[in-house]
């Protein structure tokens, strides 16, 4: 009897059964990012079957796509998508191949039609890549960890990107102990949803949560809203100030945007978290407060430190437990779901949410899927509060029209899709045939005229266009310092954006490390092998070429001249 692959097909109830012992095991998946049914979005099947190097086969019938953790699912069963099937195969090194067979379903794949085959390599699957299946339907291809069940309350967080499920985790083990958690994240990613979590599952639950942005507190004021004021303490004091700390006795107080705390303000928020005890502005007595802090922050405070404007003890006595939000472009299989979230609200508020109720599937979806495809491939620098406001945009800017339309401004306001290098997509896509872009160090691809026929970094008259850190996708990231053989400062150039920005994006990347990760047996070996060689060192061991020589002379290490 022959084997059908579509048997080996695991929805996303298997990903309990596929979770390793040890690190999690990434393995292919579709999500489902727009449907003509709306409930249908954020449905996913997982393509254990691809990773364990046979084929699966794509169609209107086949096969079921299941919310994550269920057990039961659906076929994409839009009859506008072909029963011919497409055809999903595994390539050496992590990749997936998908087939497109003549007179099938039309596909769009990351903005570009896709006649043939297309392979996608390892780091185009981590950032996901956007298919549009006959114009109806939208999915993303992308991996997924198999990391074991995830917590039961979603803490009021909409998504199941991995990324996701080991933030509420973390949320989980701090939520119920008495210590300080520090949140860090790029703006919009919704860090005071975060710390909301950590309070209702806490003891002080009950108590009060307080949220301070210390940003848009006039620095000469912040030390009395936050610790209170005598009546005279300083000009226009005319009565006694409670202050924030105070306020939020027996309960929690959110400190967003710690970094922008003056230096006075960082003595007296060291001196709280030591002791207990504050001293309000004016006042000779200290005053004891009962009071949980949670501070966030989108700074590099390490670089603070470093420039002098953050001070190291505050910073350690904040971060008793370190969380970080991942940014939307992390989790771009949460991006549909996330949409037809924001999408319901704002309809709900116009008496329209009947519109995403539709179960009929000859119906044009709501969403197109060119506009759905641009969405969840877009760079949202502003994060999960730019898509947000996009949506509201969309859903009122639309009002009485069938389907969503882009205007002019919001065409602007979501930008042109960069180039695929840029992206972290297409870095390792190409047709069937066609030379890989990589180098020869690596799985991702270098931009072209990054280096020289003789691979050293290519002089460049001018520097790369300025951009915002938060722009860079690790794949970018790690070509660039390929490219820069591990310079950091000519990475910087490269990119476009300060030097301090790379050895932040460096800590934040999961999959890099700085010198100061290595173990000394590890750099002593890779001085031996390359004899000596600086140069030769940092490439093996892909960190910087400078922190690399500190780490020698710390070692007793001296590296040969160059």
């Known amino acids: 009897m022959p084997h059908d692959p579509l048997a080996d097909v695991s929805t996303a109830a298997m ?51 299941a919310k994550p953790g269920s057990s039961l699912g659906l076929p994409l069963a839009d009859p506008f998508v072909s029963r011919k099937p497409l055809e999903l195969s595994a390539l050496a090194g992590g990749g997936v191949r998908l087939t497109v067979p003549e007179d099938g379903t039309h596909v769009v794949a990351a903005g570009e039609p896709l006649p043939g085959a297309r392979d996608f390599g390892p780091a185009e699957l981590r950032d996901g890549v956007a298919l549009e299946l006959s114009g109806r339907v939208v999915l993303l291809l992308h991996t997924v960890e198999l990391d074991g069940e995830g917590v039961a309350d979603t803490l009021g967080m909409v998504g199941e990107s991995a990324g996701l499920r080991r933030l509420r985790k973390h949320i989980e083990r701090v939520a119920d102990l008495d210590v300080s958690v520090l949140i860090r994240g790029e703006t919009g990613t919704g860090k005071e949803l975060v710390a909301q979590a950590i309070h209702r599952l806490s003891p002080r639950g009950a108590g009060r949560f307080l949220s301070v942005n210390l940003g848009a507190i006039p ?10 004021s005598r009546k005279g303490a300083y000009s226009g004091a005319t009565q006694d100030r409670e202050g924030f700390f105070r306020a939020a006795h027996g309960g929690t107080l959110f400190l967003d945007e710690v970094g922008e705390a003056p230096p006075e303000v960082q003595v007296m928020l060291l001196r709280v978290l030591e002791t207990g005890e504050l001293y309000p502005v004016g006042a000779s007595q200290p005053v004891k407060v009962d009071v949980r802090l949670i ?22 006595r904040l971060a008793g437990y370190d969380l970080r939000v991942p940014a939307l472009r992390e989790r771009r299989e ?7 979230h924001f999408a319901r609200e704002e309809l709900a508020a116009l008496g329209e949410a009947a519109r995403l109720d539709s179960e009929e599937p000859h119906a044009e979806p709501w969403l197109p899927a060119p506009l759905a495809s641009r ?12 898509l947000r406001n996009l949506t509201r945009q969309l859903v009122i800017g639309s009002r009485g029209q069938a389907r969503l339309q882009l205007d002019a401004a919001l065409e602007e306001a979501l930008g042109a899709a960069a180039p695929a290098w840029a992206q972290g997509a297409g870095t390792e896509a190409r047709p069937l045939g066609m030379p ?3 180098s020869a160090t690596g799985d991702v691809a270098v931009p072209p005229g990054a280096r020289t026929a003789a691979g050293a970094p290519e002089a460049r008259e001018a520097a790369a266009p300025r951009r915002k850190p938060s722009q860079v996708t ?9 490219a820069s053989a591990w310079d950091l400062k000519a990475t910087a150039d490269a990119l476009g954006i300060p030097r301090p920005s790379v050895y932040d994006l460096i800590e934040r990347s999961p999959n890099l490390r700085t010198a100061g990760d290595l173990g000394a047996d590890e750099i002593t070996r890779c001085f031996e092998a390359c004899g000596g060689d600086l140069d030769a060192m940092a ?16 070692l007793g290490l001296t590296a040969k001249a160059p």
């Open 15 to 65: 990903q309990e059964r596929g979770a390793s012992r040890g690190a999690p095991r990434a393995v292919p998946a579709l999500t489902v990012v727009s449907h003509p049914v709306p409930r249908r979005v954020g449905e996913r099947v997982l393509l254990e079957a691809v990773a364990a190097g046979r084929t699966v086969a794509l169609s209107r019938n086949g096969p079921d796509f």
């Open 219 to 228: 620095k000469e004021l912040a030390a009395a809203e936050l610790f209170g």
């Open 295 to 316: 501070a966030a922050t989108d700074a590099h405070l390490e670089e603070q430190i470093r420039d002098g404007r953050f001070k190291a003890p505050l910073l350690h």
């Open 334 to 340: 949460d991006v549909g779901r996330l949409f037809f």
């Open 375 to 386: 969405l969840v491939r877009a760079a949202w620098p502003g994060n999960i509060r730019q």
């Open 436 to 438: 890989a872009g990589a």
């Open 474 to 482: 690790e794949a970018e990231l790690l070509a660039a310092l390929r």
């Open 539 to 554: 490439r093996t061991l892909e960190v910087s070429k400078r922190a690399l020589g500190r780490r020698l002379k710390e």
